[in-house]
T-cell receptor, first 118, second 112 residues
């Protein structure tokens, strides 16, 4: 597609349930990032994929959070046993390969998935 | 650990005014710095990217400057319009993974 697609756009769930958030990056973008934006907070880095591997998952807040990427394309962020503090907008971004100084590393963001845990 | 701060947190100006948004970062070892715009309920739109070797970038009414040694960047918006109302975020890229560290943003309201 022309941009980064995320689904669902909105998700309301009950505490304790598992949720899956999906990101479909721009075709050909090998790098994919997940961020979280909580109310009144800045964007918090969660995890970075290069291809199907995740060399940096340092931002995942707990072992309830996991993410995978298959075929170098779609990524899924899974939150198990959701808690109210997980309520946030989860943003996905992708960037193309290429030399860092060429400007090819500009990140393109999706519209986000708003998660509300009751 | 890199920390990014933006001031002011919120700004309200009348239409037509020129304005400056500020961003500061604690670790000057960055590859580049980006300014984004975020509209309510929407994703982020990249406005300007400044490489570490550059001092400024311009796009239309927007001009971003970078002073790496002092850990500062500014976003200058000329002749502001109500359509400029949004949250503006700066983000620094300090590593090989292209991971961005974001500031908390400046909420701009341009009054008609």
């Amino acid at each position: 597609g022309a941009g980064v697609s995320q689904s669902p756009s909105n998700k309301v769930t009950e505490k304790g349930k598992d949720v899956e958030l999906r990101c479909d990056p721009i075709s050909g973008h090998t790098a994919l990032y997940w961020y979280r934006q909580s109310l009144g907070q800045g964007l918090e880095f969660l995890i970075y994929f290069q291809g199907n591997s995740a060399p940096d998952k340092s931002g995942l807040p707990s072992d309830r959070f996991s993410a995978e990427r298959t075929g170098g394309s779609v990524s899924t962020l899974t939150i198990q046993r959701t808690q109210q503090e997980d309520s946030a907008v989860y943003l996905c971004a992708s960037s193309s390969p290429g030399r860092r100084l060429s400007g090819a590393n500009v990140l393109t963001f999706g519209a986000g998935s708003r998660l509300t845990v009751l | 650990k890199q920390e990014v701060t933006q001031i002011p947190a919120a700004l309200s100006v009348p239409e037509g005014e020129n304005l400056v948004l500020n961003c500061s970062f604690t670790d000057s070892a960055i590859y580049n710095l980006q300014w984004f715009r975020q509209d309510p309920g929407k994703g982020l739109t990249s406005l300007l990217l400044i490489q570490s070797s550059q001092r400024e970038q311009t796009s239309g009414r927007l001009n971003a400057s970078l002073d790496k040694s002092s850990g500062r960047s500014t976003l200058y918006i000329a002749a502001s319009q109500p359509g400029d109302s949004a949250t503006y975020l700066c983000a620094v890229n300090g590593g090989a993974t292209n991971k961005l560290i974001f500031g908390t943003g400046t909420l701009l309201a341009v009054q008609p």
